[in-house]
């Protein structure tokens, strides 16, 4: 059995790799970490999974109990990973962060988003970007993969194949997303308490989520140009998911709507050819984030708009599974040569 090592895994990130990496036939989770819990049993933070796991919170400091898994998945919070992957590396492990503190490659646009200096800049170069699909052969070879955040994943998926055919005036991109609660993590806080969220629904952090820079980052690399968005958040009141509706202009408005959705088609098709994660909607079938709850699925659906000669792109995923654990799980079976899916083939939670 392959041993695995959770840092952080009082959160919902780290409560969603337990659960998922339960069912997976070849790892073994040996440590799992928290500083608020460390000495309880797993069974006390988390009673559902009780049966599951008899492990023991262990101190995060506890670098020799750390060492004892082959591969670390670090769901720390941002920052605090960036102290202690380095140290983990150099004991020759790998590492799937679960944090945003290896995904932006310029340090000083993480410090100017984030807030803090980056204290582990060598790695920025050397970590890859975790989102499968795009980067799959990189992350084969990777001793760092910096797994993508939730908000990027849905819209970086959402927009690839388009920019990678040049379709879309890369000026004219909007992202507009709206998430579940559990996106903001597990922290008791008056903006997330029931009270404020349940029966509302608004925006949040509009035109400055730390999210934007890694998605225009992930857009950049693949139109091979700097592309700027508008890009808005909300909170939905439902503890998952994320629907992501993304609007951009057509380049060719002169072919008639039935030539263009037939070439958007072929795009989305050919770009994620034999993704088993990935579904492209058929025509006149959008998503909801009702039939990606609790899988690892990415649903993509599209509609031109006649009038105004704009593509309005939808992807909806869970943000806990492909917006986080799920993906980490998926990364680590192609760090470690398995099969892609295993342990991770879950239908959607549709009710």
């Known amino acids: 059995m392959i041993k695995a090592a959770i840092l952080g895994g009082s959160g919902y990130t780290g409560l969603e790799l337990i659960r998922i990496l339960a069912n997976h036939p070849l790892v073994e989770v040996v440590v799992i970490t928290s500083r608020q819990h460390k000495g309880c049993k797993i069974g006390e933070v988390f009673p559902g999974l009780s049966s599951f796991s008899k492990l023991t919170f262990q101190d995060p400091a506890n670098i020799s109990a750390i060492l ?86 849905g819209a970086i998926l959402g927009l690839a194949p388009l ?76 503890n998952r998911g994320i629907l992501s509706t993304m609007y951009a202009t057509i380049k060719s408005q002169k072919s008639k709507v039935k030539s263009q959705k037939k070439t958007v088609l072929n795009a989305y098709k050919k770009h994620y050819q034999g993704e088993f994660f990935i579904r492209i909607l058929p025509d006149g079938m959008l998503p909801n984030i009702s039939q990606v709850k609790g899988s690892n699925f990415c649903d993509i659906g599209f509609k031109i708009d006649e009038r105004t000669g704009r593509l309005i792109v939808i992807t909806a995923i869970d943000n806990l599974v492909k917006g986080a654990s799920g993906q980490a799980v998926q990364n680590m079976n192609i760090m470690l040569n398995l099969s892609e899916t295993t342990g991770i083939i879950m239908p959607p939670l549709s009710v």
């Not at 919070?77 to 995904?103: N, T, Y």
């Not at 990678?164 to 909007?174: E, M, N, Q, R, Y």
């Open 163 to 238: 920019l990678k055919v040049g379709l879309i005036d890369t000026k004219s991109i909007i992202i507009d997303s709206k998430s579940g609660v559990s996106g903001a993590g597990r922290t008791a806080s008056l903006d997330t308490s029931f009270a404020e969220i349940s029966e509302g629904f608004k925006a949040y952090k509009v035109g400055e989520h730390r999210h934007t820079p890694e998605i225009e980052q992930g857009l950049s690399l693949i139109a091979g140009k700097n592309i700027k968005i508008t890009f808005t958040p909300h909170l939905l009141p439902v």
């Open 68 to 153: 004892k898994a082959d591969i670390i998945f670090s769901a720390l919070p941002h920052h605090a990973s960036m102290e202690i992957v380095p140290d983990i590396l150099k004991k020759g492990k790998r590492v799937v962060d679960l944090s945003a503190d290896f995904r932006l490659k310029d340090a000083k646009i993480y410090e100017a988003w984030y807030g803090k200096k980056h204290i582990a800049k060598a790695l920025l170069k050397k970590a890859v970007y975790g989102l499968p699909e795009l980067y799959r052969d990189k992350i084969k070879h990777a001793e760092l993969v910096a797994n993508p955040g939730c908000y990027p994943t």
